[in-house]
């Protein structure tokens, strides 16, 4: 029985992070301010609106 509330705990805690990550996501886009990601081995500066696009259409890495 534990494992199954921990099992939905992990489900529960993903969706609570992929609503937060949307929720900056789309700040970011509406301030016009660029999101810095971590992207082979450098650090980047990139369009909020493009990853938000990617995002939603399920692409986001």
């Not at 705990?9 to 990550?21: F, T």
């Not at 949307?22 to 016009?32: F, G, Q, S, V, Y």
């Not at 909020?48 to 939603?56: P, R, T």
């Amino acid at each position: 029985m534990k494992k199954k509330n921990t099992e939905s705990l992990v489900v529960l805690a993903e969706a609570a992070l992929r609503e937060a990550v949307r929720k900056a996501l789309e700040d970011h886009a509406r301030t016009n301010d660029p999101v810095v990601i971590y992207r082979n081995g450098k650090v980047m500066e990139v369009s909020a609106q493009n990853l938000l696009q990617k995002y939603k259409n399920g692409k986001a890495k």
